[in-house]
Structures are given as C-alpha cells and as structure tokens.
C-alpha cells in the first residue's frame, strides 16, 4: 500500500461510555489521527449489525465503544447484545474474505481518555496495513 | 403491497422536503477556531441542501450567542438547529431550552461535538475542518429526522408497597407515612421488628437494641397511614412504576388480634413444644405462642405445622371459653388474597446467616457448644432464654473461656467470597458485653482482617481489644470441634505464623450474611435483577444505590448487601425519599425518545421480550407493546426485532444509516 | 377476451421453477386460455428469435439469477418488451442458492467446478474459454464477477418468492394473468406473499422469553414437534422470513432455510437475523456466563454465511467476497 493511505474509521460510541471516553480524550487533549468520525448511540445494543455493514461497506474499519462487560452498561445488558452480534458478525466476516480486524469492539469507560486516543493510534495503524477494503471487480 | 428490499436510502431526491435547517458554528474562544477554520465550515455547510442558514459566533453558550439562534429561527423561520460547539454532555439542554424558547420543539436541536471530539485532538487544520464539516451533516442527517416530542406523562396511584417488616422496611414506612402517603407494609412472619429485635445491644454506642426499635414498632402498628400486613407474602406484581398491581397472600394467624389481650393463658394449656425461632432454637415455644412480648401486632398466632387443633378432635384446649375469655381463637381462619394498586415499592427483605452445616469442618451441627452469633445475642439479651446470663448449651454453665470466629464462610471461596461486614464489629460487641458479664473470662477472636468500617467502629474495636483485653489472633481457623466438653480450635496465626491450639468452653461463629429465602423468586416476580450472591442488584452502584433498573422499585438494608443497622436505616431513608419524588407528583413524567412497535409488522416472534432489560414489553393481542413509562430507551429490542417492526423515537435505522453516509462525505 | 402476451426468460436456473407451475395442475388450463406464450422454452416449442421479434409483451416473467452476461441480456430484453415484469423464484428476487457463490471469487469457482471435483476428469486442468469461436458462430456467455438478483438491473412489478413457490402463488399469479384480460392491473411492487413474518403463521408454542442455551444442528437429537425451533436452539429463518409458504417445511419438523426472502422492512435477511438470533443467545444470562464462554457458544456455530444467508446473500448489503483474506 502506498503511504498516503489514510483510513477511513466510523466509529458507533454508546454515549455513556465510549463517547464519554472520547469526550475525556478532549479534555485531556490528547492528540489522535483525524481518521475517526463517530456517531453517538444510545447504547451499543442499540447497534444493529446491519449499520456495521453499511458502514463497512464504505469506510475501512468500524470501531464500536461501550461499557465495560460485565456490569458497567447503563442499561444492564445492552454491551453483551453488541459483544454476542459482532462476535458472530466477525464469523460471517471471515467467510466473506473480510478481516474480521477490521471491525473493533473496545470497552472504554468515561475515564478512559488514554484508552481511546490509544486504540484510535492503533487501528488506524493496523487499518493502514491492511489498506483499503476492496472486493472482488 | 409493499416495496420490496433493499430500501433507497441514499436516494437524495427529496429527502429534506421543507426543511429549513439552521447551523451555528461555535469558535468556542481559540479552543475551537486554534484546530478548525471555523469560516470555512460555514461556508461549506451553506451549500447545503437543507440548510438555509449557517453563521459561526465566539461563544454560542453565551447569552448574546443564544440569541443568535433564536433570531435566526424566528426570522429565517428554520425548522431545526444544529449547534457545532462542545459535547452535548455539556450543553444539549442549554440549547434545547433556546430553541423552545424560540418556539421550535427542543427535539429539533442537536448538537455536533467539534471541540472535544475534533478540535481538541486533531492537529491539521485542513483535516480537522473537513472533519468538522462532516460531523455536522450527519448530525444534520439526524435533525432533520427528529419528530417533535412532548414528555410522556402517566397519573399514579400515591400509596407505597413495602416489602419486609424489620428495622429499614419500618424506617422505610415511616418516612413515607409521616409524609402523608399511604403505605401497605408485608411482613412475612408473625411480627415485624426482623433480625433487629433479637439483638441484645447495638453497637458502637451499646444502646439495648429493643429499647430503640420497640417504640417504632408501636409507631407503625398506630400510623394512620400505615395498613400492616404481617404473615404475608407478595405472590405477584404487575404494572409499572405509579401503576403497580399487587396481590398479597394473607396467612391465618387463627387468633384475632383484635380480641387478643394478650392473657397467655392459651400456651399454659398447649401441649406441644417445639423450638423457639425467636430465640434461635435455644428456648422452646408452643405451638401457640407470641414470638416476643413487644411483638408487633401484640398478639398471639398458632403455628399451623405444629398445632394439633387444625384437628379439633385431637385437641383445640386453647379455645374453650374457659382458657381464651375473649374467644380470639378461630382454627377455622382462611388464607386471603389481599390486591393493592400502589405507585412504588420498596424492597426490604433482609438477610439470613448462612446454614452452618455447610461448613462441616466447624461442626456447629454437630457440637452444643459451638454456636451462631445470633444465637450468641439471644444467650446476651436479657429477654433470652438464659435471662441475659450466657450459659453454653450443653450444661448450662457460664463458659469461662470463650473463641470469637470472624469470617466463618465470609471472604471464603468455598462459602461466600464477599465479606458479611458487620462480623468484625458485633464479635468485638460480644468480647465486650461477655467481658462485662463475666470478667475473668478468657476471650479470643479469631479474624483474617479487622474491617470496622464505620463512624466509631474503630475506636469500638480498640476498646474491645484494650479494654477488655480481648486476644485478637489473627489467623484462618481451619477446624472446631467439642470434646469431653472442650472446644478445641485449630488454625494458623498468621503474625507469628505459627499454628495454634486453643482450647475454650464455647465457641461462636460468625456466619456469613446471606439474602433472604425467596428473594430470587420475589425478584423474578418484579422483573428485577439479583447478583451472583443473590442480593438484589440496585441500577447503578454509585448514582443509584437504592434504586433497581426498573424504575419504581426501590431497596433497603440488607437484602441489597450486607449492612449494618445505620446503614440500613440511611438506606431506608434514602428509599422512602426517592419513593417520595414519585409519590409527590401528580403524574409521571418520562423522555419521550423510548421505543415503539408498528403492529402491522410485528409477528409477536417474543424476542424483545428476551432483551429487554426492564421488562418494559409486553405482548397484547400478539403484538408487542411497549409500555413508554418503563423504557428507557436504550434500543436494544430495536436492533433485536427481526421484523424491523420496533423503532426507536428519534434514533431510528434511517436516521442511523444516513449519518453513517454522512459522517464519511456520502452526502 | 383478447388474450394476454405472455414470455418467460432463464436466468441461473435449476428447473424448479417450471416444475412449480406443473404442481397448478387444472388452473394451467385457465393459463392457456388467458394468455398466448410467446415464448417459454420448457413449455412451447421456440427460438429466441420469436421473442426478438415480438414488439410488446403484456407480461414477462423471468426465472433465476444473474449469473452470466447473457442472462443479463435476456433480462434487459424481456424488460424492455414486458408491460409487467414478474421476478419469479428466489433465485430472481434476491439471488437464491446461486447467489452463496458471491462469497468466492469467480476463478476459484471455476477452478472448483472444473477441475477439482472428485468426479471431474480434466487431468490438463482445462477452464472453459469465453472467447467466440467464429467458426460455429457461438460464444460462451461470459461469467459475472458477481450473482445478482434481477432488481439490481432493472425495475420489478411483482415479486413471487419461494424456493420454488408454492402452488398457491403460481395460482395467484394466473389470476393476475387472467385479471389483465379484464385491464385491471396489479399495484406496482405487489408481493405474492405474507407482509408478516413466518412466525405469526407458525402453530408452534412461542417461549415467554427466547433464551438459546446453545445452537445445535437438526440432527443432533429429536426436535420437539410443538416448540419454536429457535428455543430448541436449532437455527430457524422464521423470525426474518417473509410468511406465505404455507409454513411447508415447519409442518415437516424442519426449520426454516428463508427461501421468502426478509420481511418487508428488513433489507439484509441474513444479518437482521445474526442481530437477532446473537440476542436470544443466553438471554438475560449474559452477565453470569461471561465474554469467554458466549465466545465459546458462538464458535460452536457452524458456517453463519451458508445458514443465514441460504437464499439472500446476492441482495445482501456484503454481498461479494473482499480481497482481505485467502481465498479457498
């Protein structure tokens, strides 16, 4: 891949913790690449795994943030329905060629500033291996 | 007759109909403008087909920045606003509440975060600004699609269930009583007063724990506000917070209170004994009998198991006329479902300590002499069965030397791994008042550590060990068993590591706490959640320590964690006042941004029901409904509905898919 | 009554789809009489010629997948003559069967089904040649990197699916045919079919709550004849499944495969379904089983591709194989 590969990253961050987490990135200014574009949900459960297709199909990587499993998800469960989807989406992935890297689960709480700069350094990173998500012409 | 998949979403041609959008870029000082050419995002977001009116200020939150919007919307008649500034964590209300000013609905603002989520952490201009630009035509994506809500509002029924009559179940009734709420109280035994009327004083302060809790019971037993329900069980619960429909089981107490006066002559004639539950099965009772003489309600009750009257030709002595003068006997009273429509509940159910003979290696089953910590109050307390003198079991004689055990099961992987919390302090209570009973006694306590976590509680376990010269060891205690009337204990002391032998008369463990029989079959019944240990779940462990995840249903004391008595009466408290913010309304409010069902979808397949945290679905003619005043909106039967038959107010799959095209420039 | 011009073109097809018209028995006759066949090469004798050279069809009804250029073509002509134009068969709806050959690329399908099939005696490891062979003026039709449903190329006025459809929607559709005699023309976008999901017409006893303990294959013990298969833990189709097959194979005991295609307001069948199936997996238990052994039970699911996607893969939002990993 040539170096000017920028990745494209959408980002569903559940507004209690993955987006209090990117919020906490900014107070603390901690600096990341711009590759990210996040949408605030309600919950990861909220997620239908049809959005993260969609999204894929037109960026590089989908990153999804929420509460720390087991007990942090404001609404009880709603981070294991998003863990159990993209656990199996990740099984479907593979068999249609896709990396299953390319779509990320983190559990970022609202304190976690670092944690979310880091893992935005890190997939922008392994997405820049991987280069551009192409299918078959 | 339908269109069939896949659906046009990115199909442009009027998808923004008669929008007329306004967008207000914030410079938010330099903390913006420094990253993002402020400017240039607004000339780029006029070219926009739904926005008619774009412009960048200092500061939006401002007030000369708030009234920037509200002329714009009352001027260029906008239909929604996006505010680009900081998080919506910070100022989502501030503008809502301009722009309802301004006349629109405050569901038609949103706000694009560029500060915390771009400016802040990007460092190339260009990048930054063209990110900020995209941020804000998703959000635009989403506005325009946000329907106008208005609050969903419910009336309520003002009167309060509560769950358990001992020390936070009566606090609990009270607050909300003295408040001027009615308020149901169920009790499960023959009295209220719980485990707290067995102690024989409390600690830190010693107070005699009857003296304090007797007059409250009177209290509730005279409250106006208060119905009492005692040998009674919650067996359902419908309905939603304000709305609950409760149905009680009543059990025959086969004496009427109300004639009662209290003679005792009914237990001279009865002739069957069995133990006392009372006094932890150190004493004997009849089968007719009052649990306690300040039982509330004062009252004598027949046990139905032990009475052999539930037969009248076997024996009914207790009823002739010449034993019970006001004739309170009936052996012919029945179980009555009793149903209440009440606006909270709160449960209070308290504990019980763990069975003693699932730890076999500390022989409490086996041995006389080696005892429960509660059987250990009774043997304190001058109402016991001993006189308040502690006499050991098997011989009736005052033990000379005596083994405190702390954590016996407690913070133990094979029993309960959490700790019980009050043990360290009530066995320090015990070295006291044993030292003061009998003052040439030898006192051990065996702990793993001392946790006397509490006002006081330190100094308390201070005086315990240099006051009373109680010998603290600390150390595991691995075995106990009685011989030739011996207590003999094995275990290892830690500090001088070592492994130790020590002998006593008799010895008294403190069992873990644990939550009370059916708790886990009560929880199920209000739909709420119960942890790993069985204590009830409260919704969040910091923000809402008394509330459970469904709303209206409160907790108190030790059926939410282990707790000592100041605590469970600051929790109750706690409980009746947030019991009280509902009550005090005269209908419920709720954000209107909750799921609903389209029922000519829905194939009433139930697997909502399967994720909904709050039990919030239902299924009506087979169909699933959701009830707006439990959902909180989360969305997760929404991407769980197979029919795509559930949506989510103002966070619906459209909106979602349009700005994920947007937030990527595909719009 | 003037008669009504009827054709019907190929696709990727298997047959099953002129077999399901035979199964309208009688009623075929009341076809015959409503409508001229211009052209149907499994029931009238003709050449594509006739078809050519007919100006205007008052309804088109085409069987299969796009899987070839030519299939393409004979789409593309049949929607230009047709007044109507009916995709008839999962295959034409949302790309059938044929369309799981998306999720490999097309050389290694050929390679599969010419050379290394164990019945394939192609010791050269010879690969059919598209180009023409101008001597007996034929040309292979050229294979398309991808299967498609027919509406990604053109516009459709009904929609019959069904693997093949059942009786009754070939029956339906003769009465549209004959309903054209009378001028009366079916609402644009008409579905043969249920607007609910199979579940609202499944008999079986639904669970209060749906909790799969863990997912087992349909022959890995006995299948309970009244309970939802789902509860069973057996993958069933039903829930995402447009109703109006007549619930033929639930009858059978065996769970649903999707062959109607997703209900009206799902797009992609297949990962509507892993959403859904993902959240009755443990329900309300997941906290207590944890990360790991979730993990462990979804890995216990074989092929969530050929499962899911038995019949919609095609018309899926990822419906073709990415270059990101090997291929087979």
Redesign the interface.
Known sequence: MSEEFEP?I?AFLC?WCG??G??M???S??????TI???????T???????V???????DGVLIAGCH???DC?????N??C???V???K?????????PA?VRLEWISATEGRKF?RVIKEFTEELKE?GP????? | MENPAPRPYSDAKGRYGKERIGVFVCHCGRNIAATVDVKKVVEEISKHPAVVHAEDYDYMCSKPGQELIERAIEEKGLTGVVVAACSPSIHETTFREVVEHAGLNPYRCEMANIREQCSWVHEERDKATEKATRLIKSVIEKVVRNEELEPVKVGLHKKALVIGGGIAGIRAALDIANAGFQVILVERKPTIGGHMAQLAETFPTLDCAQCILTPLMSEVANHPNIKLLTLSEVIDVEGYVGNFHVRIKKNPRYVDPDKCNLCDNCTEVCPVVVPSEFDEGLSLRKAIYIPFPQAVPSSYVIDPDACLGMNPIICGKCAEPDVCGPGAINFYDQPEIIEEDVGVIIVATGYEIYDPKKISEYGADKYPDIITSLQFERLLSPNGPTGGIPKRPSDEKIPKRIAFIHCAGSRDEKHRPYCSHICCTYCSKHGLLFKELVPDAEVYSFYIDIRAVGKNYEDFVKRAQEEAGIQFIRGKVSKIYEEDGKVKIFAVDTLLNRRIEVEVDMAVLALPIVPAQGIADLASKMRIQIDNYGFLQERHPKLHPVESATPGIFFAGAAQSPKDIQDTVAQASAAASKALEILTQDEISHTPTVASVDRDLCSGCRLCLSVCPYGAIRIVDGKAEVNEIICEGCGACVSTCPSGAISLRNFTDEQLDAMIEAVVGGI | MRKIKLAVDYGSICGGCDVAFIDAGEKLIELANAAEIVFWPAVVDGKEEDLRKTREIDIGIFFGAIRTERHKEALEQLREKSRILVAFGTCACYGGIPGLANSVESRVLLKKGYVATKSTDNPDGKLPGFEEFKEAALRLPRLRSLVSPICDFVDVDIWVPGCPPPVESVNKLIDVVKDLQEDQVPPKGLFIAEGRSLCDFCEREKPEVLRIKRFRRVHEGEIKRDECFLKQGIICLGPVTRGGCGARCIDANMPCRGCFGPVPNVEDQGTRFLSAVASALMAEEEREVGEEELRKLIDELPDPLGLFYMYSLAASIINRRYLDLEGD
């Open positions: 494209k959408i507004r987006y209090a990117a919020d990135a900014g107070t200014r901690l600096k990341y690449p711009p574009t996040p949408i605030r949900v309600p919950c459960g909220r997620i239908d795994m049809e959005h297709l969609r999204a894929l199909k037109i960026s499993t087991p007990g404001h609404y009880v469960r709603g294991f329905q863990f159990k989807r656990t199996l989406l099984k479907f992935l593979k068999q249609m060629g896709i990396n390319r700069a991987l998500l192409r299918g078959v012409e």
